[in-house]
């Protein structure tokens, strides 16, 4: 039980384009996902708190604009990368929180998304 | 600012040594620390540790926290070359988690 998927796995795009990554809970549902974004050799990066139903909840730095969150039903919120620029190029890892857990160390991961950005 | 730091950034052991890492924290509102596992791919999930000086244990891992000197240590026994992976420590505090940067363990055969 508790499995996320990500889709695609892997997607090169050219600069300007716009690319959307979907989060899927499989065997659970989830009114809280998370997206976060990884560098190579860095740790992962909190970028966004999705919620079903309302908007998500940006961190610091990051461009809501840009990157849009929506998070349209209980085991499926997507990600967004719009006017893509080689510098967006990144691992792109959601995890997704079960409902009605209380506690967000619950949270279990997708297999992220590599994005290239050309 | 909160933050999230591990020890050493990275670690080359042989076959059957016994390594430590650690996790030093400064967070406000502390819940919790983990400590994920990551391969290529996702991080998955070792342990959870909320109160200071009981260790969990899981096969040859084993970890425990220690509140007062906000810190944490994942120990692993008689590694194997399948223990070669990114250890992450992160923190949970208030609705979301903070990593750190991870300490890249390799052991050679």
């Known amino acids: 039980g508790a499995v996320v998927s990500q889709h695609p796995s892997r997607v090169i795009c050219k600069s300007g384009t716009s690319v959307k990554i979907e989060c899927r809970s499989l065997?659970?549902?989830?009114?809280?996902m998370f997206w976060y974004r990884q560098f190579p050799k860095q740790s992962l990066m909190l970028m966004a708190t999705?919620?079903?139903?309302?908007?998500?909840?940006?961190e610091q730095g990051v461009e809501k604009d840009k990157f849009l969150i929506n998070h349209a039903s209980l085991t499926l919120s997507t990600l967004t990368v719009t006017s893509a620029h080689p510098e967006d190029s990144s691992f792109y890892i959601c995890?997704?929180?079960?409902?009605?857990?209380?506690?967000?160390?619950?949270?279990?991961f997708g297999p992220g998304t590599r994005l290239t950005v050309l | 600012e909160d933050k999230v730091v591990q020890s050493p950034l990275s670690l080359v052991v042989h076959e059957g040594d016994t390594v430590t890492l650690n996790c030093s924290y400064e967070?406000?509102?502390?819940?919790?620390l983990l400590w994920y596992k990551q391969e290529k791919k996702a991080p998955t999930f070792l342990f959870m540790l909320?109160?200071?000086?009981i260790e969990k244990k899981s096969g040859r891992l084993s970890s425990i926290l220690d509140k007062k000197e906000l810190s944490s240590i994942l120990n692993i026994t008689a590694t194997q070359t399948g223990d070669s992976a990114i250890y992450l420590c992160?923190?949970?505090?208030?609705?979301?988690?903070?990593f750190g940067a991870g300490t890249i363990l390799r052991v050679k055969s």
């Open positions: 995890s997704a929180k079960p409902t009605p857990a209380t506690r967000v160390g619950e949270q279990f």
């Open positions: 065997d659970f549902q989830a009114t809280t």
């Open positions: 999705s919620n079903e139903g309302s908007k998500a909840t940006y």
């Open positions: 967070v406000t509102n502390f819940r919790s």
């Open positions: 909320t109160s200071s000086g």
């Open positions: 992160a923190v949970e505090y208030g609705n979301k988690l903070v």
